[in-house]
């Protein structure tokens, strides 16, 4: 129902800082959250939004629609709710920018705007899936570092945010926060050693698989398990037809 209100809402007396702000709280989606999705810096979305800052360039409106645009698709189906699409309603947002109370633009110049931006939007987003193509076996090996809200990883040397891979290897202790005294010796200890000193919450094998064990349960319980790892992952990168439905919503008021 709230997407709903929102596509009947006339936004029109309402400055562009005032839209990007009511549009982040929204979706909960935080300004360094927005900055890292736009590349517009934190500095200059605070400035926008507490009007310390003109109407800006139509480059910053580009990059901010953007990364608005990637927050729904990365965190919403691609039905909103009843009959309202991602693209109907990121085009939506993109006419409220353009038509903003302090907007400089005139209705003549949004179907040019609206052109100029799919080229802006394809271009960024190729760029994006380009880079995530040249490591696509770091990607399927896990060997990434993700912020959260974005969408280009970070190579790092292992999986360290792969949990399967953290329980199941065995060169690395594994620890579980400080509040917790995994061994119990060292209790009745005189003198103890370096490792019981310093290393007295790590984890024993018999530890590992049982939580490993519970996260699988509770996975299976929830998700749909692929088998054929490998080929689900590289039959599903298909570059060309990736966003192929964003063409439509240009056309949406043809």
Do not use: C
């Not at 209100?5 to 702000?21: C, P, S």
């Not at 999705?37 to 990059?63: C, D, M, Q, W």
């Not at 049982?210 to 689900?232: C, H, P, Q, V, W």
């Amino acid at each position: 129902m709230e997407f709903i209100n929102y596509m009947n809402e006339d936004r029109t007396n309402l400055k562009f800082g005032e839209i990007v702000k009511e549009e982040r709280n929204r979706h909960s989606l935080s300004v360094r959250e927005l900055s890292e999705l736009s590349g517009v810096s934190t500095a200059y979305i605070s400035k926008i939004e507490n009007n310390k800052r003109a109407y800006p360039s139509k480059e910053t409106i580009f990059n901010i629609s953007f990364g608005f645009d990637e927050f729904l698709i990365e965190n919403y189906d691609f039905i909103l709710y009843d009959d309202i699409t991602i693209d109907f309603y990121s085009y939506k947002l993109f006419l409220d920018f353009l038509k903003a109370k302090d907007s400089n633009f005139l209705e003549s110049d949004i179907s040019k705007l609206t052109n100029e931006y799919l080229s802006h939007y394809i271009k960024r987003f190729g760029n994006s899936v380009k880079k995530n193509n040249e490591i696509t076996q770091e990607i399927f090996n896990n060997e990434i570092e993700l912020e959260k809200g974005n969408s280009e990883g970070k190579v790092i040397d292992k999986p360290n945010y792969d949990l399967e891979w953290l329980l199941s290897q065995k060169q690395f202790e594994v620890f579980y926060g400080r509040s917790f005294l995994t061994k119990p010796e060292i209790l009745n200890n005189q003198k103890l050693t370096p490792k019981l000193m310093y290393y007295y919450n790590s984890l024993d094998e018999s530890d590992l698989i049982t939580i490993k064990k519970l996260i699988e349960a509770y996975l299976e319980s929830k998700y749909e398990k692929i088998n054929n790892k490998k080929d689900f992952f590289y039959n599903s990168i298909d570059i060309d037809n990736q966003h192929e439905n964003k063409l439509d919503w240009y056309f949406l008021d043809k």
